[in-house]
């Protein structure tokens, strides 16, 4: 861990020499306003876009790992650490996507690490090492306590994505209007996450798994052929179809 500094700014440095081509400055607007349209989609649905948000998280996450490590290993060709990270961050992609959990932390896990170095801006082996180390703290808060945790984290996320890239947009760049902005976005986000995301208690779980088993069995029984309830929740249909049973 002692270069661990000079490695986190030699990536630093390698992402902004390939963001100030010619190319990426001619799009600059079109990108920020790219990021505020996915950062207000992650303030208002991240949570209910989890699928989604977890191989985008993976794929960055992979591939930021992967350019540490190249750079560790003293390569400096452009084009190996290009292959590493889009190879790594595939592979982190497709984890998070097939394996629900460690989709869960690998996507908190990332935005723990991506808000730390944010806020900050560590100068040291020690400060780039805490970051680390709360991105492993918030993944394995997420496991265990998922909707709330990733509701704030991808409302955190999405707020800084949103608030930083509009005050880019409206020339507003200075501190006060861009932390004002994220911050707003961030609150915004929680608040409509919160209210459109219920908590689903054990007993909630137990009857989807009950209406999942009885909608397996519906194409052998003739009378329940093809129906799917429709203006009715889950437990009322499980009541129905116990009472069915009974008689």
Same mark, same amino acid.
């Given at each position: 861990m002692g270069d661990m500094t000079?490695?986190?700014n030699g990536v630093v440095n390698i992402t902004g020499n390939l963001l100030d081509s010619d190319f990426v400055n001619r799009f600059t607007m079109a990108i920020f306003a790219v990021i505020l349209v996915f950062?207000?989609?992650?303030?208002?649905? $991240? =949570?209910?876009?989890?699928?989604?948000?977890m191989m985008i998280g993976g794929f960055f996450v992979g591939a930021g790992l992967a350019l %540490? &490590?190249?750079h560790t290993m003293g390569m400096q060709e452009k084009s190996t650490m290009l292959i590493a990270a889009l190879a790594t961050g595939v592979v982190f992609a497709v %984890?998070?996507?097939l394996i629900y959990k460690a989709g869960v932390f690998i996507l908190a896990a990332g935005i723990g690490w991506a808000l730390s170095i944010y806020f900050l801006h560590p100068t040291s082996s020690a400060s780039f090492f805490a970051c680390i180390l709360? $991105? &492993?703290a918030?993944?394995?808060?997420a496991v265990k306590y998922c909707r709330e945790v990733l509701i704030v984290a991808t409302s955190l996320i999405g707020g800084v994505m949103s608030g930083v890239s509009l005050a880019k947009l409206g020339n507003l760049e200075d %501190?006060? =209007? $861009?932390l004002g902005m994220s911050v707003g976005?961030? &609150?915004l986000g929680m608040l409509i996450q919160f209210a459109i995301n219920k908590p689903v208690s054990d007993e909630e779980y137990a009857v989807q798994d009950e209406y999942n088993t009885q909608d397996q069995r519906m194409p052998q029984n003739p009378d329940m052929q093809g129906y799917r309830p429709q203006g009715e929740n889950r437990t009322e249909y499980s009541e129905k179809m116990r009472n069915r049973e009974k008689k």
């Open positions: 000079d490695v986190f950062g207000i989609l992650n303030c208002v649905f $991240g =949570y209910r876009l989890l699928r989604f948000w %540490i &490590v190249v %984890i998070a996507f709360i $991105g &492993v918030l993944g394995s808060m %501190i006060p =209007y $861009g976005f961030a &609150v």
